[in-house]
């Protein structure tokens, strides 16, 4: 094993202690390699600064990994204390190439380095002590408590590598060369790329749920394809090989870029790639944190929209289609090249778990039965958007780590890079990003017959948001109307100013666009992504479409457009963000509405959520309630319910009571009423209820 | 170890295959005790004969065991297919002191017993396999799938010991010695009882879920108690000791009898213990095979009503009362005497495990601190009924295992007998029978201020059984009309003829009554006791009462009588039934009308139950089906849908077709319509349902 990082654990095994103690080893591994990522920063103040404005400075990032073990371990109900909320809410999200994370960081105040070094400690004070007690049965499954840990752990390896890459888009000025992280010493002439034949093979994808290894939603599930003949690149593409491509005018040549390349063109202005560097009419390289001479035989980095434009440029050139490899065209390579997993595959064998360099190296180095970098060196891309397997469902701690991804927008990048490390260098991990991103990523290419499939509408297919989008935008049942539009016009009713407007529990986005009939600007937030992007997309993409169940697994597809719905005016006002109502990041504020729908009987602390909610309501603001007060342990730990039980002295407490023993001193209640609302499970099978709606003036 | 019974295996270890052995092990030492049991029984003549005219012939018990097996294992869908529907249908239930179950073996064509042992051998042989096969991780929990197998296991446990009573009461010709089944030769004068004092104790009671032993549901859970310093007699209640209360006239005087201990002697005219023998005006006693001189030394064997009639005559006697020790004070006593669980206890200390007797033994053979037969010799009966522990819930796999006793008439054995082994010995284990029932089971007193307080009205407060009796017996919702008496009333004027009824998925059985309007007989059949003992406590006992929830978990407690439902008149007319649908035992035939409501989407397998049902209607037969057609995996493998899926042309197959397509040959449609029904979960949270109601006359 390589001195810096250590392979990721196996989840079976015969002795549970010695299961902690590698566990923990493997934690210990993770963090403090974090921690030596962000030495590259030259000082304390270069935490503060951004590598692109796009993105959070980089304080964010170093706080964010460890944030993510807390905010994940009182999701699960594992822990019930936080360490620090306020760090667990501006750390909070980090997916932040998505709409609905706030980036604009002027609307924190960026706690100190020292501070968040701090807490680090703490977090890793508790993960161990919880490493070492949490109940533990061998093999780990996924509704284990040490899986959390593990996904913690895992989560902070990606954040290894994607801040490597933030690192290196930094000024040189602001970063350091340090000794652990070493570049490569080959730099030579461009080697001559050909092409290889690869054997048509059945390719089975997807993990069992029994595979020894921890792994995102996304790998478990079952695909088959069969793949024909095809010719792969020998090499990665070389800065050399690209360099033709450049210096043919390929970036200022529009037919050899589809739509989102020429958009992404004009928004750059970029002329070659992004790593490379122009002085005095000779283009130079920036590793992490040097620049070199061009190292003509490395491999390119690009995004997927430069590699493709390549493979257009190239195509038109030789008069034979080149495209990038679809994920199963990379697997039936990784066949022919007689690759194994790790363990069995060692690390030496490619660039890659920080074992040789701390860069790229020459796309000659490393030859698995002659075809190079398999795996290793850097990311290839892949024409193919990732997509879930059959069988695919989401991991209900992490039930946002992949479906907002599944849109046909995100390309999978394959085979790891020398930053990769922990399940971003195993078998049947899967990343994908959008088609304009940077990560330490390149291509081969492929002749190939193989078309991949485009799909057009993405009909929204995970059932419980289906169900969602369906009781938001479906039809009504039993004659009962439709409950996003009658909250908001009851809760519009009762607001005195009508500037700003929080739809909390916004689900897939109904009651937002609803209240944007009223409101200068509504803000939409939910606890999940998976929510939450139904409604950026009706404002995005200028529709809603998802399968409405109707007898076992037939469904009816359905589509709703912004214009039907009347939204398109309206659609500047609302905006959609992901947040914890029991922990809401402090920019969510000067509200003179806040609506939280169906959403107090399904928060792990709603006292924590109805104790501050004042605060962020202007002079006169109004705060609407409504919900069935159906209590139930799988969301909320008894001790934590507002209602539903019975006191110390056999006193029955109703949530309503509650609600008014909490809310007294700072809320007058000027209205009571009782709101039904249906959604339609199947075409024969519906939930009834009957909400409580409740409005509340601010004192 | 003793030779005949192995101890219990434990869930917990290192090392799967060693796990599967010891598993296979004890199964073998199980299954053989089992037949060793049957041995006892001079021929096989005797296997069609009855222990009492209440009880199914020997034979059923010879193949219940197994056919246990693989009822479980089919409605866990753990195998698909059966070794022999018939045997699995009429040896299925075996609870037959309830009236559900059916024991008039007229019924039935029993088979031979060469049959039923070559059953076994098959039986053996695929459980085997599955022990060899069945996924496996240690600890084994009680969603592992060979938790059924232990379940197996431990149902055949139960089943040595209740066979050696039914062969204790079989006529002394038609029983024979074996040597493995030796009687106790100890056989003295009465050893002269006295009471020893136990100290005050916080008992708790209940096994955690982490237990390493397999275990029932009623032994999960939580209770607490403080148990005041009270006295327990030192021996168990010896013949001899029992001998003064049969010479003082105790069975004739009714003063030492409370109503139901009367009504037992009414009917059984008993003027003694049942295992004494009235021979020449001299006592003898009955063993298992033989009748020996009376050992006044042994303890008595006795029902709960006539332990608790000795007590009040002794209490009269001495002018203190004496009473039957409560299972928290049980367990004061077993904590005092010093005791463990085995293995730390070993077997050969107490009469339990055949290690020592097949037999009672002398009531001062066994010493524990003083106390003696803490465990074994005999069950002592307590004064406790037995309930569910706090956070009980029912196993899936076998959920009318402990619900249907929880009636407050079942009371507790406490102490496990001779004939006891597995489970039955176990520290957490809990087994109960209603009072008047034999087991070999006597008993000890207590001078304790502590009163078993008794329950009046058990409000039904199993969460689905509960949700079902508010459906049928409770309120309307949403304006829509009661679905039982609704079903009841379309069937019934569809009817042609009106003498038999058979309401299949009867549930509560409601509209089992409803039908008995206007059919002569009306037979309800439901899947699980605990619903069908709703319907058969209303016919018995007059009354449904039960806790609707309203809001987390508080309720509001209802209870309706027969007469305010206007049945009092009809209930002769209805009589309640166990029984799987897709196996129906043979004698449920000849009716004019058969209901099956909301159960076609239920079924393992619910073609073969259409493929078969018309040979159960007479000439111009009825058949009625409702049903919302929800299919869904966990009741229905997907193979076994009858709708809701694409077939292999991608065509859409729907639940009606496939009825008409099914049915068509036997049937002819002769009504279609739309029902809809209201389930409520809370006071706001409803299931509305649309079911779609199919009436088919048989061509």
């Avoid at 043919?248 to 063109?265: H, I, K, M, Q, V």
């Amino acid at each position: 094993m390589s001195k810096l990082s250590k392979y990721p654990v196996t989840l079976d095994g015969n002795n549970v202690d010695e299961k902690r103690q590698e566990i923990k080893d493997y934690f210990h591994n993770t963090y403090e390699l974090y921690e030596k990522v962000f030495d590259v920063l030259k000082n304390d103040d270069v935490f503060y600064e951004k590598s692109e404005v796009t993105r959070h400075p980089m304080i964010f990032y170093f706080g964010h990994t460890a944030t993510f073990f807390i905010n994940k371990l009182i999701n699960m109900k594992i822990i019930k204390e936080r360490i620090n909320s306020n760090f667990e809410s501006i750390f909070a999200v980090g997916v932040d190439e998505m709409s609905w994370d706030d980036v604009n960081s002027s609307n924190y105040s960026w706690p100190k380095v020292d501070e968040v070094r701090e807490y680090r400690k703490k977090v890793k004070e508790l993960v161990d002590e919880l490493i070492m007690t949490l109940p533990l049965t061998l093999p780990i499954k996924d509704d284990s408590p040490m899986w959390i840990i593990l996904m913690g752990i895992e989560h902070e390896r990606i954040h290894i590598e994607t801040s490597l890459v933030l690192h290196r888009q930094m000024p040189i000025g602001l970063v350091k060369s340090i000794e652990e992280f070493a570049v490569c010493p080959n730099n030579s002439d461009t080697p001559k790329n050909s092409m290889l034949k690869i054997n048509a093979a059945k390719i089975k994808l997807g993990k069992d749920d029994s595979h020894n290894l921890y792994g995102w939603d996304n790998e478990y599930g079952d695909y088959k394809e069969e793949v024909s003949t095809f010719e792969v690149s020998k090499y990665l593409v070389s800065n050399g090989e690209f360099m033709e491509f450049v210096e043919a005018g390929g970036y200022s040549n529009s037919e050899f870029w589809d739509e989102e390349g020429r958009s992404f063109l004009e928004q750059t202005k970029a002329a070659y790639p992004t790593f490379w560097l122009l002085k005095n009419g000779k283009f130079r390289y920036r590793t992490l944190s040097s620049e070199i001479d061009m190292p003509l035989n490395w491999p390119v980095d690009v995004n997927a929209l430069e590699a493709e434009a390549f493979c257009r440029y190239k195509s038109q050139k030789d008069g034979v289609k080149y495209q990038l490899p679809s994920e199963a065209e990379y697997r039936a390579i990784y066949d022919e090249a007689g690759l194994q997993d790790i363990p069995a595959f060692h690390e030496s064998r490619a660039n890659l778990n920080f074992y040789h360099y701390a860069s790229s190296c020459p796309v000659d180095e490393f030859s698995f039965n002659g075809i190079y970098d398999v795996v290793g060196n850097v990311w290839q891309w892949s024409r193919t958007p990732i997509r879930g397997f059959d069988g695919f469902k989401v991991h209900e701690a992490y039930d946002d780590f992949s479906t907002p991804t599944f849109d046909e927008k995100h390309s999978l990048i394959l085979g790891s890079s020398w930053a990769s490390s922990g399940n971003l260098i195993m078998k049947y991990s899967r990343y994908a990003f959008r088609k304009h991103f940077y990560q330490n990523a390149g291509f081969r290419y492929v002749i190939s017959n193989q078309e991949e499939k485009k799909l057009t509408d993405i009909y929204e297919s995970d059932e419980l948001v289906a169900q969602y989008c369906e009781f938001q935008y479906g039809e009504t049942h039993f004659g009962v109307e439709n409950f996003a539009i009658a909250t908001a016009e009851v809760a519009s009713k009762f607001a005195v100013n009508k500037t700003k407007a929080l739809d909390l529990g916004c689900a897939t986005g109904r009651a937002t666009y609803e209240l944007a009939r009223e409101f200068d600007e509504v803000e939409g937030v939910d606890f999940s992504v998976r929510f939450v992007q139904v409604g950026a997309k009706l404002k995005s993409d200028g529709y809603v479409a998802f399968s409405s169940k109707e007898e076992g697994e037939l469904v009816k597809n359905k589509k709703v457009t912004i214009q039907e719905l009347g939204y398109e005016s309206l659609k500047e006002r609302v905006s959609f963000w992901q947040g914890d109502a029991c922990n809401l990041k402090p920019n969510f504020n000067s509200y003179d509405l806040i609506m939280a729908t169906n959403l107090i009987d399904r928060l792990y602390n709603p006292r924590l959520f109805l104790d501050t909610i004042d605060e962020r309501l202007n002079a006169d603001g109004i705060l609407v309630i409504t919900s069935p007060y159906t209590w139930q342990e799988s969301s909320t730990k008894k001790e934590f319910w507002l209602g539903g039980y019975e006191d110390e002295n056999g006193d029955e407490v109703k949530t309503i009571d509650s609600l008014k023993n909490i809310l007294n001193n700072k809320f007058e209640l000027i209205h009571l009423q009782d709101l039904e609302f249906v959604i339609k499970e199947t075409a024969r099978k519906y939930q009834h209820t009957i909400s409580q709606l409740s409005v509340w003036k601010k004192r």
